[in-house]
């Protein structure tokens, strides 16, 4: 029994320590901070999982700070942490400092806020989370387009009328189309056949694959996705090459197959962090993913990530 409980104490002290340790380091790199260093944060921060709930809670403090730098730098740890923590717990912890940055004085932070919370499943937000999120879209809101993809992207349907009451005071054509495209992804019939209509008329080129596209997968709506897969099966040239030294046209599909990648069920082709496919052949890749939707006419949506 003694030396059960020596075993127990040395554990137990070796923990305090490691927590103590990466405490201390995410103190030491605040002041840091503070006094003008740029450096990132240490890994061994950000990889000390024992540790993350204290290490959220240290962060509240550095996230009042007065110093912009130095909330900007906690609220950007926070989102980090929790986007890799196991427990469900962690993540709604750091979601609720996230959505604190909401209202932050810094516009720079409130977009970062924004676009933080784009990058947890929809299913680790509370119920209350979600309904604080909501609350704060309105006509007026900064970013607009940007926070009606956050509302649509929560599972919550009480999202839906506050999207069409702010769609209706908006006259600005670029907020509509993310509203409408947050209304599509709620599944509403008006918003998408909206949107349908715009894209059928629009040139699909260089600017529209990199600008539109992506936003058109955030949608996550079928008939969005029919649309998309006839640009993959379409042979127009119409967009550059990503070699800087060709001017040869190129189809653009090539680029919306990637940009298909995490949003599709079982989908043939994998990609890196970057976003990048995991190919050294994108003509075969093409030829794939062609094969494999002609294949798979009823393919499954990936739904709880931005």
Known sequence: M??????????????????????????????????????????SILSATENYQSLLESLETHQNDSLALVR????????????????????????????TALDDADADIRIKAINGLTGFKNTDF????????INRFKPNRPHLEIYARLVGFLPSEEGIAPLK???????????????????????????????????NTAPVNDGFVYDVVPVLVYSRSEEVFKFLEKIIFSEEANCSSANPDSNAK?????????????????????????????????????????????????????????
Do not use: H
């Open 250 to 306: 190129i189809l653009c599909g090539y680029r919306v197959m990637e940009y298909l990648a995490p949003a599709i069920v079982d989908y043939p082709l994998a990609t890196d962090k970057y976003g990048e496919l995991l190919t050294n052949d994108y003509e075969q890749a093409l030829t794939e993913v062609r094969g494999w939707f002609k294949a798979n006419l009823d393919y499954e949506l990936v739904q709880d990530t931005y």
């Open 72 to 99: 900007t730098r906690a609220y950007n740890i926070s989102k980090r942490i929790g986007q890799n923590a196991e427990f469900l717990t962690l993540r709604q912890q750091a979601i609720g400092q996230q959505i």
């Open 165 to 199: 009451q702010v769609l209706s005071q908006t006259t600005d054509g670029w907020e509509r189309f993310n509203i409408q495209l947050a209304l599509a992804r709620k599944g509403d019939t008006e918003a998408t056949n909206a949107i349908i209509n715009k894209m």
């Open 126 to 133: 509370t119920d209350e989370q979600q309904f604080n999120i």
């Open 2 to 43: 003694k030396l059960f409980y020596t075993l127990f104490f040395f554990l137990f002290t070796i923990q305090l320590s490691f927590a103590q340790s990466s405490l201390e380091q995410l103190n030491n790199y605040i002041q840091e901070v503070k006094n003008g260093s740029y450096e990132p944060v240490p890994q």
